[in-house]
């Protein structure tokens, strides 16, 4: 104890260096000049809080980690880890199709807040699956992966704005132009390092982003646009004469020939319903999205991905093309983030520059970190995590970036492997009799 | 070429040359940390606008003293600005990166990230997300040219911060160069584990270079925040996103090369904004940063990497 005394006090000093300037004097415009007032009694009391905190942690440091280590060894092992690999997967089927049956019956008695906010869950959902091929995966740090939902929720805004293109019209094609991004960007940068690309994508990112900001002419700059259509359902119609008609959710048809979905069903207009079919849609955007990817996972290409994340050098004596795998991972990461870009732009009925920074980008890859990188089940529970609790937690709005960034860092630190590490496949031969 | 051109573009030269100063001050930290434990200090940046925040609170403080002679307000501010940036450079290593070090490089380079932002939302809770305006403190210069034309000028501000620029970048590579510490610095950067096995507290080592990194960018802070006398939480991400560029450019892990790779930036940015558009000057410098990654990702004065198995 005593001789940790110095770098206690030593590391009490540090901590009221890290937080008297910042937190306890606090700088305001006053006319012209710059003017300084002390902080309210709470936040000193913070501050010596922390930094007799800090002193007692480091003063007692090796009387703590023998405490901790006997709590650690005193822990209930992690149950998950008991089981079979077989049978943990079963478990984790099980766990995936019991989370889609409450997806889907959900909405019977969830109120009309709370199903717009489970769409954006389920925006974030497709968008943490899409990162998660390119990052969980493959294992490319992509920080700019904002920039292909960007260019998706564009491409439909565009479509329509010049040329009246419908959602489902541009459905397709926002998902393809996002490829074509993802496949351009993708094809020179991923011969370099981890980190470098890492730092390209960033780059990449904010001139896609700086480009939708000073192309006023053609994307309306920072001003956005305004009054994208919501999707319309196709059905089918027997009178007057066979056809499929696009039904609308507003009380009266905005487009010629379509229908508006009240007026179809003979039900009366009730505004929620536009909610709900939202929620549906997006619901089955991300099943697909699930679905998808879950198939790939088990074919050649899925196992490539992850046999490079392991090992880079053995893949490539093995005859595997590097270029090739990271291409396809990185373009099929894209076009997920194409599909949610367009269906963002139609939830959302109007776009600007300011909803693909470079935050969000951070936010995406901490769904795919804290889920766990490549297990599915994590990202869905982690989206769901990352959106709903900042919205429990309004009183908390202010620190909920702080908390964000301290998240990441601690998740790195204590867990790398994510909140459901994904399982690895493997085989193991069975002993000889 | 007539001289009122000439002369905009000797004023465009010198604008990116004050630029690229100030590139180059943070630029030092990427590449030193970079060159020794091979990570990128995604958080850099956040610790140069703490700088810049620090410098103001300092100079404030002064004037609410009453206290205005520039040389006492000038030391004032770096003194304080270095102290306070470089307890953040010790303590994000301490805490952010130490407990990770060995493990896949991907994981800090996350952690990084994560640190970036909670400096960032540290600091607007402390101090708020608005701009701050300060008035400039140097004010006054050369001018050059005819009296009725084009007048080229090079303000006293400006060359403060070539001074002080040169100044700093003379002492750290005696530093490096002379003093036992950055013998030690060399010898980590070049095989970590064989310098632990010679007796070199590693440890120590790696967190010196994070103090002087954090110093290096809080003395960019204080001189750009004089000069452009605007502050806000977010100015570190951009900054040091293009810090970073020039540490590539000149070659990451080379001290010598961040400088020049900075000196590039800052001319070329400012060229870019005179000649063609101002808009679109980030999207040269990160299409800079491409390019050079992509055709010569050793850096203009790097060494390149040998990957071992």
């Not at chain 1, 053609?218 to 009054?227: K, Q």
């Not at chain 1, 619901?283 to 899925?302: A, D, E, S, Y």
Request: hydrophobic share 55%.
């Amino acid at each position: 104890m005593r001789e940790n005394l110095p770098f206690a006090i030593f590391c009490a000093l540090v901590t009221g260096a890290l937080s008297v300037p910042l937190l306890g004097l606090k700088l305001v415009s006053e006319g012209t000049s710059l003017a300084i007032e002390g902080a309210d009694a709470e936040t000193w009391m913070l501050i010596s809080g922390g930094m007799l905190a800090v002193f007692l942690t480091q003063l007692f440091k090796s009387q703590l980690s023998n405490g901790l280590s006997g709590i650690k060894q005193s822990l209930p092992a992690n149950p998950v880890s008991g089981l079979s690999d077989q049978k943990r997967g079963q478990l984790e089927k099980g766990l995936l199709f019991l989370v889609i049956g409450l997806a889907i019956i959900w909405p019977f008695w969830a109120s009309r807040g709370s199903i717009d906010l489970a769409t954006l869950v389920l925006i974030y959902v497709m968008l943490g699956l899409g990162l998660n091929i390119v990052v969980g995966l493959a294992g490319l740090l992509d920080l700019g992966y904002v920039a292909f939902y960007a260019v998706g929720a564009y491409s439909y805004a565009l479509l329509y704005q010049y040329f009246g293109f419908s959602f489902w019209a541009a459905l397709p094609i926002a998902g393809l132009l996002a490829a074509l991004f993802g496949f351009l960007l993708g094809f020179p940068v991923l011969r370099l390092r981890g980190d470098y690309l890492a730092i390209v994508t960033l780059g990449f990112g904010e001139i896609i982003r700086i480009f939708l900001n000073n192309l006023t002419s053609l994307t309306g700059g920072p001003n956005g646009i305004g009054s994208i259509p919501k999707p319309t359902m196709p059905a089918v119609q027997f009178e007057p004469e066979f056809d499929i008609v696009q039904l609308e959710f507003s009380r009266r048809a905005k487009e010629e020939g379509n229908l508006p979905f009240h007026e179809f069903f003979g039900l009366d207009y009730d505004s929620a319903t536009k909610v709900v079919f939202l929620y549906v849609l997006a619901l089955i955007l991300c099943l697909i999205t699930v679905f998808v990817i879950r198939r790939l996972t088990r074919m050649p290409v899925g196992r490539a991905w992850e046999a490079l994340r392991e090992d880079e050098i053995a893949c490539r004596s093995l005859g595997l093309s590097r270029t090739g795998i990271k291409l396809s991972a990185f373009t099929l990461g894209a076009t997920f983030a194409g599909f949610a870009g367009c269906f963002f732009a139609a939830r959302q009925s109007f776009i600007s520059p300011e909803s693909f920074t470079f935050i969000e980008s951070a936010i995406i890859l901490a769904i795919v970190v804290l889920g766990g990188m490549g297990s599915q089940l994590g990202v869905i529970l982690a989206a769901t995590l990352m959106i709903i609790l900042p919205e429990l937690a309004r009183e908390f709005q202010e620190y909920r970036m702080l908390l964000f960034g301290l998240m990441m860092v601690l998740m790195m630190i204590w867990r790398p492997q994510g909140l459901l590490p994904m399982k690895r496949p493997r085989i193991e031969l069975k002993e000889a009799a | 070429m007539n001289l009122e051109s000439l002369l905009y573009f000797i004023q465009q030269l010198l604008n990116g040359l004050t630029l690229g100063s100030a590139y180059a001050l943070i630029a030092i930290g990427y590449t030193m940390v970079y060159g020794i434990i091979g990570m990128i200090n995604f958080a850099h940046g956040e610790i140069y606008m703490i700088g810049t925040y620090v410098a103001f609170l300092a100079i404030t403080a002064l004037a609410m003293l009453g206290i205005e002679y520039l040389p006492v307000v000038f030391l004032f501010a770096l003194m304080s600005s270095v102290l306070v940036s470089s307890a953040f450079g010790w303590s994000l290593e301490r805490v952010a990166y130490r407990p990770l070090r060995g493990s896949n490089r991907l994981i800090p380079l996350i952690s990084a990230i994560g640190m970036s932002i909670f400096l960032q939302n540290y600091v607007r809770l402390g101090q708020g997300s608005r701009d701050l305006a300060m008035p400039s403190l140097v004010t006054g210069g050369w001018t050059f040219g005819p009296e009725d034309g084009f007048q080229a000028s090079l303000s006293y501000m400006q060359l403060l911060i070539f001074v002080v620029t040169f100044v700093s970048m003379t002492a750290l590579t005696l530093f490096i160069a002379r003093s036992r510490m950055g013998k030690a610095c060399r010898a980590v950067s070049q095989d970590i584990g064989m310098a632990s096995l010679l007796g070199i507290n590693t440890n120590r080592v790696i967190s010196a270079t994070f103090v002087i990194g954090a110093a290096l960018a809080a003395v960019a802070g204080v001189l750009l925040g004089m000069q452009y006398g605007v502050a806000n939480p977010f100015i570190g991400f951009i900054a040091g996103l293009k810090a970073f560029t020039a540490a590539v450019l000149g070659g990451i892990g080379s001290i010598p090369g961040a400088m020049l790779g900075a000196m590039i930036l800052g001319i070329a940015e400012s060229m870019t904004a005179a000649y063609f558009t101002t808009e679109y000057k980030d999207v040269v410098a990160f299409g800079l940063l491409v390019l050079i990654l992509l055709f010569r990702p050793t850096g203009l004065l790097g060494k390149p990497e040998v990957e071992k198995i």
